[in-house]
């Protein structure tokens, strides 16, 4: 079965310091995508980054990259400059060639001033 | 425990027809969310109910409605469907509230609006 692992439930750092969000998967498919969506407490889902399985070259948007290691079935989110608001749950999903997605647990990030 | 479940898993409309979706959460969670998922829009927010009351709602025009039953099961309900309706309808349940919060995501349902 396909899997999303989130294993940090809850990160707290400081403003202007750089944070890494893990998340691992299971597939064993070649092809798939992979994203990281932060929300907020208003529910709103805000995709942050997106990851082409077939791309080896790490997405970047802004202050947030990943790193992506297809071998290690690795998708961690790094945030650079952590701003007071980037607090929120982050989660990390997996979609399949089927269009089936699979999230995982999320972690909690708390940027303190 | 059973995971989330939705039902239909598939289903396919025409423009003007009106569908209903269903979301049966884990056992013990009362909070209910739905979610659109789209190529274009990516995942969008569409309502949360708990203990049979819309608790939040998101962006989207009043085709879109929802309710929530004593039992916490929830269903979606879309009016008039337009072309542009054609998505991944997904379902969270959570048990917990704010920081405490975990959400558990179903299979969703996939949309097709002819």
């Known amino acids: 079965a396909q899997t999303v692992t989130q294993s940090q439930p809850e990160m707290s750092v400081q403003e202007a310091e750089t944070v890494t969000l893990s998340c691992t998967y299971d597939?064993?498919?070649?092809?798939?995508?992979l994203f990281w969506y932060k929300q907020p407490p208003s529910r709103q889902m805000i995709l942050v980054i997106r990851?082409?399985?077939?791309?080896?070259q790490n997405a970047t948007e802004n202050r947030f990259s990943v790193n992506f290691q297809k071998a290690a079935k690795s998708f961690s989110l790094k945030i650079s400059d952590s701003q007071l608001g980037d607090t929120a749950m982050y989660f990390c999903?997996?979609?399949?060639?089927?269009?089936?997605?699979?999230f995982g647990k999320g972690t909690r990030l708390h940027i303190l001033p | 425990k059973a995971g989330v479940t939705q039902t239909p898993r598939y289903l396919i409309k025409t423009r003007g027809q009106q569908v209903t979706l269903s979301c049966s959460p884990i056992?013990?969670?009362?909070?209910v969310s739905w979610y659109q998922q789209t190529p274009g829009q990516g995942l969008q927010f569409l309502f949360e109910?708990?203990?049979?009351?819309?608790?939040n709602k998101g962006n989207f025009p009043g085709r879109f409605s929802g309710r929530q039953f004593s039992n916490s099961r929830s269903e979606m309900n879309v009016s008039t469907l337009e072309l542009g309706d054609s998505a991944l309808y997904l379902c969270?349940?959570?048990?917990?509230?704010?920081?405490?919060?975990?959400?558990?995501f179903g299979p969703g349902t996939r949309l097709l609006v002819l």
């Open positions: 969270a349940s959570s048990v917990g509230h704010g920081a405490q919060e975990t959400q558990y």
């Open positions: 597939t064993s498919e070649s092809n798939y995508y």
């Open positions: 990851q082409e399985a077939y791309k080896q």
């Open positions: 999903a997996f979609l399949n060639r089927d269009d089936k997605i699979i």
């Open positions: 056992s013990g969670h009362r909070s």
């Open positions: 109910y708990f203990s049979e009351t819309q608790r």
